[in-house]
């Protein structure tokens, strides 16, 4: 299991000098052309902090993962196709703008994908919602397919593929597996996630570098058991039970 040394940096108001702001901990750095890690500002970094924090309460958790996730959704959503659209403003001038250019459905992977389905609906109303709950094999201990439901037009969709937590990248390539035999070209996913390791990141990205990744933050590494480390343990235990 590899073990990468985050960088610490100084992340504080941007007017403020450098020996004046805070160090903290932020992602590793990856450089994979399609990844994206959102900008390392204190409002994330504190909100990491609070999810990390052992000791935060459910409550707590389930609202700071939230506005973690929302911050995924707008991102990503910057990564969609668009259009030239001009409109016409009340008071009679147009405004050359741009409008969302094709359909998108959200793909949760069970369990805890499914905790970032509401911040995907708070963004993109009625949007089109699909699962896959991907298990371990007790026997081959490999990851397996138990069961999907996605939408009837999934191949002619965007899809935003949801999973907070990106350990060994197993469950996240299986479930592109799966989107790529329905008929959904790779360069049309788009995998929002919350925390990665680099080994699962660097998995991911290479199988398949037409797809995008957009991710908070790149973590240090695995431990013996494949939980990411620093990590914040269990998704989603912490989101739905403690
Ligand atoms: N899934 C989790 O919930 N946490 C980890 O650290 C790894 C996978």
């Not at 985050?6 to 403020?16: D, I, L, M």
């Not at 009340?90 to 998108?104: E, N």
Request: include cysteine; proline fraction near 6%; glycine fraction near 8%.
């Amino acid at each position: 299991m590899t073990e990468e040394v985050a960088p610490v940096k100084c992340v504080g108001p941007e007017y403020r000098a450098e020996d004046q702001k805070p160090t903290a901990t932020v992602s590793t750095v990856v450089h994979f052309d399609n990844v994206t890690v959102l900008p390392q500002t204190p409002q994330l970094i504190a909100l990491l902090s609070i999810i990390r924090n052992h000791s935060t309460a459910r409550g707590d958790f389930v609202f700071y993962s939230n506005r973690i996730i929302r911050l995924l959704v707008e991102e990503g959503l910057n990564h969609l196709p668009t259009i030239s659209h001009t409109v016409t403003t009340p008071v009679g001038r147009p405004y050359d703008g741009l409008s969302f250019q094709g359909k998108i459905a959200g793909v949760s992977i069970m369990r805890a994908g499914e905790a970032m389905e509401q911040g995907l609906r708070d963004c993109c109303r009625s949007v089109r919602i699909g699962k896959i709950l991907i298990q371990r094999d007790e026997e081959t201990a490999q990851p397996k397919l138990f069961y999907d439901k996605l939408p009837e037009d999934i191949a002619d969709r965007w899809v935003l593929l949801l999973d907070p937590m990106l350990a060994t990248g197993g469950s996240a390539i299986m479930a592109v597996d799966v989107l790529k035999s329905r008929g959904v070209p790779e360069e049309r996913i788009l995998f929002l996630n919350v925390l990665a390791s680099p080994e699962g990141m660097k998995s991911f990205a290479e199988k398949f570098p037409a797809s995008r990744v957009v991710t908070a933050f790149v973590d240090e590494g695995l431990d013996e058991k494949n939980y990411i480390i620093p990590g914040l343990g269990d998704f989603g235990d912490r989101y739905y039970t403690r």
